[in-house]
């Protein structure tokens, strides 16, 4: 295999092992599903949980080429307020003919509420699909090394990365056969609620399992003046299965003077706890239709997709 000009591969062929090893079946199908972006169950390393995402369609500035994209994302529990993590680590893709990783050295600096780093390109997703090296029997293999991490905080704790077997999850996609739900959540005293605190729905059921909404009226410690909207798979469902449906999903709030909805999509995710956004809709924006009264009203279309399991 030589390195395309179109690449984004600097570091070409290395035999590293990798602190985490997500293999994705059914590479078509996922993309079948029509989600931009799909995040990994957590894996534990040198005292911090981590995601490995990987974007399925994400553009350069000014480029109309759709790349398959990696970023690290730790968890927003393993981050507290005047905790900065600067991590240094190599995002890659595996060539199953030469047996070694193909990728790129990053680093970003986590906080808690910055705790996505930047997207890095590593091969146009066409070439991907066409690739008798990087794609076999329509699997391929996404992998993460972390190299260093400096963490301040007021306890000034030294890191260091402690090497142990890698972490491997896996991935499977159906082609058909998706089990779906929606749920709209009515609520007709959001004037009445205590807003420093959170709010949940009731428990609806979809694909076997019990899910809820969760809103904080005036955002969780994560957000900056918003609204935060978050879907939780409930607690007394069975969370220690040994393969975890993966999901994509869509959260909504609807805007009663003009009939539309916000709307944000998740992407696919493990169904292993909850997921949403804090910062989902400005505090200033809900008096103009997003609260009237003291109604307030939002969706959550659901649909399970496939399973992930430890490898």
């Given at each position: 295999v030589v390195p395309d000009p179109e690449w984004r591969i600097p570091d070409f062929g290395k035999t590293h092992v990798p602190d985490f090893e997500w293999r994705i079946d059914d590479f078509s199908s996922l993309l079948k599903t029509g989600a931009k972006r799909a995040t990994s169950g957590p894996f534990h390393c040198s005292g911090y949980n981590w995601d490995l995402q990987?974007?399925?369609?994400?553009?350069?500035?000014?480029?109309?080429?759709?790349?398959?994209?990696?970023?690290?994302?730790?968890?927003?529990?393993?981050?507290?307020?005047?905790?900065?993590?600067?991590?240094?680590?190599?995002?890659?893709?595996?060539?199953?003919?030469?047996?070694?990783?193909?990728?790129?050295?990053?680093?970003?600096?986590?906080?808690?509420?910055?705790f996505y780093s930047k997207e890095h390109c590593l091969i146009p997703l066409k070439k991907l699909l066409k690739s008798s090296a990087f794609l076999v029997e329509d699997s391929c293999v996404?992998?993460?090394?972390?190299?260093?991490?400096?963490?301040?905080?007021?306890?000034?704790?030294?890191?260091?990365?402690?090497?142990?077997?890698?972490?491997?999850?896996?991935?499977?996609?159906?082609?058909?056969?998706?089990?779906?739900?929606?749920?709209?959540?009515?609520?007709?005293?959001?004037?009445?609620?205590?807003?420093?605190?959170?709010v949940r729905s009731p428990t609806f059921e979809v694909g076997g399992h019990k899910w809820y909404i969760r809103m904080y009226p005036r955002g969780d410690l994560y957000s900056t003046d918003c609204l935060s909207l978050y879907l939780f798979l409930d607690a007394s469902d069975e969370l220690h299965l040994?393969?975890?449906?993966?999901?994509?999903?869509?959260?909504?709030?609807?805007?009663?003077?003009?009939?539309?909805?916000?709307?944000?999509?998740?992407?696919?995710?493990?169904?292993?706890?909850?997921?949403?956004?804090?910062?989902?809709?400005?505090?200033?924006?809900?008096?103009?239709?997003?609260?009237?009264?003291?109604s307030c009203i939002v969706k959550a279309d659901l649909t399970i997709v496939g399973l992930y399991n430890d490898g």
């Open positions: 990987v974007s399925l369609m994400h553009k350069e500035a000014g480029s109309v080429t759709p790349y398959a994209a990696l970023r690290l994302v730790p968890s927003e529990l393993s981050l507290v307020p005047a905790h900065t993590v600067h991590a240094v680590f190599e995002l890659s893709i595996y060539n199953h003919s030469k047996g070694m990783y193909y990728g790129c050295k990053a680093s970003y600096s986590f906080d808690f509420k910055n996404f992998a993460v090394e972390i190299l260093k991490i400096d963490a301040c905080s007021p306890e000034k704790k030294a890191v260091v990365v402690q090497k142990k077997p890698t972490t491997v999850q896996n991935l499977f996609v159906q082609e058909k056969g998706f089990v779906k739900g929606t749920y709209t959540w009515n609520m007709n005293n959001f004037l009445e609620l205590d807003l420093d605190h959170s040994e393969s975890k449906k993966v999901a994509v999903m869509t959260l909504s709030i609807l805007n009663q003077k003009n009939g539309k909805h916000l709307t944000k999509n998740s992407g696919l995710f493990v169904c292993d706890g909850g997921w949403g956004w804090p910062n989902f809709l400005g505090l200033k924006k809900l008096k103009k239709g997003y609260v009237v009264g003291s």
